[in-house]
């Protein structure tokens, strides 16, 4: 497949070079690295400087009135539109076309659309653009990891959907929103510049996180710090020092333990299952690390623009997570299924939430959330099988903790009990193996290979899990039966 021809590849071959290509490949060459990782980290890396200075050169907006504050939050707008691109022309070459050419499809039909349709017309187009992407990705590069336009597309296309669904709001009747849909809701249309600066912000854009609409408004203009000094140094430099541990992981220890060793027969078969299971554990949290150095830099380059800041806490010292890709204790030692799904990759999961699983029937919003999930990211056989099979370990570890929980711990005193403590340590064990065995198809990507690995494990697993998620709810609605008929019969004859 990798050596069919389409117009688009033929065209692109066709234009000049950009200006920087020979010194990025020159480079390449001389550290060893793919040139679309030189790229993309760099750009990367230079969203913290221009963040920094994107905050010393434009005026706060906050303390201004009339025009002038009008012509700051302008100047904001179109600086993060012009930075954006440019950054993107850059990584991407004449890939930036995509990006440019899905959003204003997608604004004109903010812009055209009926208001009451606009959620699923938007939907429509921004999923598809990004359904094709993946699928020309995959006919050109069928399973490899270069960094190409899809990484910003993935970006773009939860954005467009986050203003079009807060359009759509602004048309629903005000007593069926929730808290957060009445606060995010939008009455109009964004303006050119207020849609681009959005869109193409750099620090929101290369890796996330793809914030809401209105957070990025608060932003731009001041009313999220509300004047007050602040200072992101610290947090920027504790990110670039977790972004250099996960470097080492991923670069230095990960070679040493690659994943796809997974989807290979022979070692499979030669390794007994306590070495197969420990190798699944450390590959699996190494190659986490590779995810996690992007992340993390996204968020520093937001808090170098004075993006996340969170106020204080108890202590006076100032926090900056209301913006974040990640949060790391919750997904590598997370208590809880849903602990860990809801800090992987925060705003996807936000944006998970607030377009797919508040707006369909609650019988079907899990395995149409997790459906949602593999669809953005592409079609490899592995995504489906990984994130189905999360939806049904999802609704399983929802009902152990509302059936056996309560067994083990009922009340709130209890939660410093042995038994608790005992209880937390196998719940954390059994969700961070049960993630890794689930993943291990994301990263293989094929059905041979994600199958054999399960195969591998007779599909215990999922055995298991299927058997709880039938009888548990037979068992315990079994044991509660006979309360309702508890009362002796001759005062219930009174």
Known sequence: MADMKFPWTDFVA???????ESAVVGFSESVGLPPDQIKY???LLAGIPIGLVFRAVTADPFGKEGAAKAAAIRTRHNLCAVIGLMMVLYAFGWEVFHAIFSSTVSFLLMHGAPRKHV?????????????CAHIYRMVVDYGGWTIDFT?????????????????????????????????RKLDKAPTVSEFYGYVFCLHTLLAGPATDYNDYLTWIDGSKLG???CNAIFAIFKKIAGAVMCAIAFVVVLPNCPVENHGVSDWLTSNPHWYV???????????????????VLGDA???????????????????????LNLDYISVEMPLNFRSAMTGWNKATSNWLRRCVYERVPKSIATPSSFFMSAIWHGFYPGYYLTFMSCALWNEVARLLRRHIRPLVIPTKEAE????????????????????NYLATPFLLLSADKSLQYWRYWGFAPHGIALALYLLLPIVFAAKKAPKADSMPQDKKAQ
Not at 168 to 177: E, G, I, M, N, V
Not at 301 to 313: I, K, P, T
């Open 14 to 20: 066709s234009l000049p070079p950009m200006p920087w």
């Open 41 to 43: 980290v760099s750009a």
């Open 119 to 131: 959620h699923v017309i938007v939907t429509v187009w921004a999923m598809s653009y990004m359904s």
């Open 151 to 183: 990484t910003p597309q993935l970006l773009v296309t939860q954005k467009m959907m986050n203003i079009a669904f807060a359009l759509y709001d602004s048309a629903r009747d005000p007593a069926t929103l929730t808290a957060e849909q009445k606060q």
């Open 227 to 229: 004047g007050k000094p």
């Open 277 to 295: 299971l420990g190798y699944n554990q450390i590959s699996l949290f190494l190659v986490r690390h590779r995810y996690y150095f992007a992340w």
């Open 301 to 323: 380059g937001c808090n170098a623009a004075g993006f996340g800041f969170n106020g204080l806490d108890a202590h006076g010292a100032q926090k900056w997570d209301s913006v």
């Open 416 to 435: 410093k009990s042995v038994t608790a403590y005992m209880y937390h340590a196998c719940s954390l064990t059994l969700t961070v193996t049960s993630l």
